[in-house]
């Protein structure tokens, strides 16, 4: 039910592979140096083989790592002019220096290398624990129903930016709220902050879904003017809200600009739950208002409800097609939520070419 999805797991494997390619080219090419040297004229030097394996070493081995190849190198190279050659004339000196020379020089190169690492890190870091804080990961069960959430970040290394989603159990039933935040940045973290925030209170405080929704339309219209309007505050957000009350097979959906959410049957049934009529993303209330209405469905045991992003509807192939969710899972059937958007996340991947141009925030809740 990780956030970010199989990223993470890729990163790591694809990390690791490359460390083995990394070592194997160092020893190659020292091993390619020596035979070079031996088989060659004395004319001829293996130094730009000797000279270029301490520099791949530098930015992947550890301080450790680099200095024992440079140490391996100018070995081999005394080694070579020993057993060999049996000379150390000026040529021979100097191939020695030079690749000496490059070795420290590796070692320096690590050096700083590591710090900028460190430093990506810390920022790293710093980045995981904002998103933990703002949009923290829900319990894998609420109010009886099975809950998996994802959120994969377009952009590599990423943790969070203008999509969110949250659940809550109140009196009133599990409420849920997806949504997509105009822009990116910063001004869109702020933006999900109030959004999140706005909806944790309402959905404890407020009778009706309906209600719900004027709270987060009103939090987002004082934010902006705070902020001197959506110049400076990222406030047009499209979302849906959900209710499913506690022991009642229904499901109450407001969608307000955003894609519509899928209701999979137990038996691989799929319905859309489209909205009834049209309606304005939050944020926007200035441009026209109307009443929220709720349109409500059966939500029978066995099926699971979907909420997603546009990142998951417009994901794009090579030619320029569109990722359709509901023609893709119409028929399938899942044995809980997680497995659900591990799929998901996996066709998109596959679909797009494994890079995607938006965040992607999913949200799939299973009535046991």
């Given at each position: 039910?990780?956030?970010?999805?199989?990223?993470?797991?890729?990163?790591?494997?694809?990390l690791?592979?490359?460390?083995?390619?990394v070592?194997?080219?160092?020893?190659?090419?020292?091993?390619?140096?020596?035979?070079?040297?031996?088989?060659?004229?004395?004319?001829?030097?293996?130094?730009?083989?000797?000279?270029?394996?301490?520099?791949?070493?530098?930015p992947f081995?550890?301080p450790?790592?680099?200095?024992?190849?440079g140490?391996?190198?100018?070995?081999?190279?005394?080694?070579?002019?020993?057993?060999?050659?049996?000379?150390?004339?000026?040529?021979?000196?100097?191939?020695?220096?030079?690749?000496?020379?490059?070795a420290?020089?590796?070692?320096?190169?690590?050096?700083?290398?590591r710090?900028?690492?460190?430093?990506?890190?810390?920022?790293?870091?710093?980045?995981?624990?904002?998103?933990r804080?703002?949009?923290?990961?829900?319990?894998?069960?609420?109010g009886?129903?099975?809950?998996?959430?994802?959120?994969?970040?377009?952009?590599?290394?990423?943790?969070?930016?203008?999509?969110?989603?949250?659940?809550?159990?109140?009196?009133?039933?599990?409420?849920?709220?997806?949504?997509?935040?105009?822009?990116?940045?910063?001004?869109?973290?702020?933006?999900?902050?109030?959004?999140?925030?706005?909806?944790?209170?309402?959905?404890?405080?407020?009778?009706?879904?309906e209600?719900?929704?004027?709270?987060?339309?009103?939090?987002?219209?004082?934010?902006g003017?705070?902020?001197?309007?959506?110049?400076?505050?990222?406030?047009?957000?499209?979302?849906?809200?959900?209710?499913?009350?506690?022991?009642?097979?229904?499901?109450?959906?407001?969608?307000?600009?955003?894609?519509?959410?899928?209701?999979?049957?137990?038996?691989?049934?799929?319905k859309?739950?489209?909205?009834?009529?049209?309606?304005?993303?939050?944020?926007?209330?200035?441009?026209?208002?109307?009443?929220?209405?709720?349109?409500?469905?059966?939500?029978?045991?066995?099926?699971?409800?979907?909420?997603?992003t546009?990142?998951?509807?417009?994901?794009?192939?090579?030619?320029?097609?569109?990722y359709?969710?509901?023609?893709?899972?119409?028929?399938?059937?899942?044995?809980?939520?997680?497995?659900?958007?591990?799929?998901?996340?996996?066709?998109?991947?596959?679909?797009?070419?494994?890079?995607?141009?938006?965040?992607?925030?999913?949200?799939?809740?299973?009535r046991?």
């Amino acid at each position: 039910m990780g956030q970010r999805g199989g990223h993470g797991r890729e990163a790591e494997q694809g990390l690791s592979r490359a460390r083995f390619f990394v070592r194997l080219v160092t020893v190659l090419l020292i091993v390619a140096g020596a035979v070079y040297d031996y088989v060659t004229p004395s004319t001829f030097t293996g130094v730009p083989l000797f000279t270029a394996a301490p520099l791949v070493a530098a930015p992947f081995f550890s301080p450790r790592g680099t200095l024992l190849t440079g140490l391996a190198t100018v070995a081999v190279v005394l080694g070579v002019h020993l057993r060999y050659t049996r000379s150390y004339d000026s040529d021979a000196i100097t191939e020695l220096v030079t690749v000496a020379t490059v070795a420290v020089l590796a070692c320096v190169m690590n050096r700083v290398v590591r710090r900028g690492s460190e430093q990506l890190t810390s920022v790293r870091q710093i980045a995981e624990a904002a998103q933990r804080a703002v949009l923290p990961e829900p319990a894998e069960r609420i109010g009886g129903l099975e809950i998996a959430a994802r959120y994969e970040a377009a952009q590599e290394g990423a943790f969070i930016g203008g999509d969110l989603y949250a659940v809550q159990d109140t009196p009133h039933g599990v409420r849920l709220v997806v949504g997509d935040v105009r822009g990116k940045g910063m001004g869109a973290v702020a933006a999900v902050a109030v959004v999140i925030g706005a909806f944790r209170e309402a959905a404890e405080q407020e009778a009706t879904l309906e209600a719900v929704a004027q709270r987060l339309e009103r939090a987002l219209a004082r934010e902006g003017l705070r902020r001197n309007g959506l110049d400076e505050f990222e406030g047009f957000t499209t979302a849906v809200l959900a209710e499913i009350p506690h022991g009642n097979g229904l499901v109450r959906v407001i969608n307000r600009g955003h894609p519509e959410p899928l209701l999979l049957g137990g038996d691989g049934a799929l319905k859309v739950l489209s909205a009834p009529e049209p309606a304005l993303p939050l944020g926007m209330g200035d441009l026209g208002t109307w009443p929220d209405r709720a349109s409500e469905t059966e939500f029978p045991s066995g099926a699971t409800l979907l909420l997603h992003t546009d990142g998951l509807s417009e994901a794009r192939d090579a030619q320029g097609t569109f990722y359709d969710p509901a023609a893709r899972l119409a028929g399938r059937m899942f044995s809980g939520p997680d497995p659900l958007l591990a799929a998901l996340t996996a066709e998109v991947r596959r679909h797009t070419g494994g890079g995607t141009t938006d965040d992607m925030a999913l949200l799939a809740v299973r009535r046991p």
